[in-house]
């Protein structure tokens, strides 16, 4: 069965640090990953998704994740955090079938001090 | 706005009443989605279904039943609610052609269960 595990589940940064959250999934076939995020009493919002091609994806907001397929890794990133990137973010996988279930990771809470 | 409606947004039930969460969707997508969102535990897939008329499990689909009688809404349904039903529920949909496309997300059905 497929899995996602997310590294950390509490990140605390200061306004310009940079962000890196690490996200591993486990399934041998082709997978379509991504990342969402959830602003405190939202709903989940796509930030970055991989399909195909160049495994370096950016979203919006300034965020950037990079597929790993040797490594089963797509860790996003981030190179200067805002007070207003504060929320919950969620990496999800879902395989290259037809009924697009989505599978999802524990989350990481990200806390930025300004 | 086209989008993902989700009806109550709160609920509070009583151990061993029954509700039904409605989730309606305005885009055509074939397919829709009901997860459940713990502290810690991420979103886990409840029921979902790929067409209408169609439905099947997800990882914890005990307790639950749904049901697709018109393409546009799904429905979930708690027969007899029970504490550790105390969750948000977010209902989720996606096109056939386009499962690689990410999901819409509801603004999520907080419940409570006493």
């Known amino acids: 069965a497929q899995s996602v595990s997310q590294h950390n589940h509490h990140v605390i940064l200061s306004e310009a640090a940079s962000l890196e959250l690490g996200c591993n999934y486990s399934?041998?076939?082709?997978?379509?990953l991504f990342w969402y995020v959830q602003y405190p009493g939202q709903h989940l919002q796509l930030l970055l998704k991989?399909?195909?091609?160049?495994?370096l994806v950016k979203g919006i907001k300034g965020f950037e994740a990079e597929f790993i397929k040797s490594k089963f890794s797509f860790n996003l990133r981030k190179p200067s955090v805002q007070w207003s990137d504060t929320a919950e973010y969620f990496c999800a996988v879902s395989s290259a079938g037809n009924t697009g279930k989505l599978i999802f990771g524990q989350g990481t809470t990200l806390q930025v001090k300004p | 706005n086209a989008g993902v409606t989700q009806t109550p947004k709160f609920r509070v039930l009583k151990t061993g009443q029954s509700m039904t969460l409605l989730c309606a969707q305005d885009?055509?997508?074939?397919?829709m989605y009901w997860y459940r969102q713990d502290p810690g535990m991420g979103l886990r897939l409840i029921h979902y279904s790929v067409g209408e008329g169609t439905t099947a499990k997800g990882e914890v689909p005990d307790g639950y039943n749904v049901s697709r009688l018109k393409k546009q809404n799904f429905l979930l349904g708690l027969e007899s609610a029970a504490p550790s039903q105390t969750s948000v529920y977010f209902c989720?949909?996606?096109?056939?052609?386009?499962?690689?496309?990410?999901?819409?997300f509801g603004s999520g059905t907080r419940l409570t269960v006493v």
């Open positions: 399934y041998g076939g082709t997978v379509n």
């Open positions: 989720a949909s996606s096109s056939s052609r386009g499962t690689n496309y990410g999901y819409t």
């Open positions: 885009m055509n997508h074939e397919y």
């Open positions: 991989y399909f195909s091609g160049d495994p």
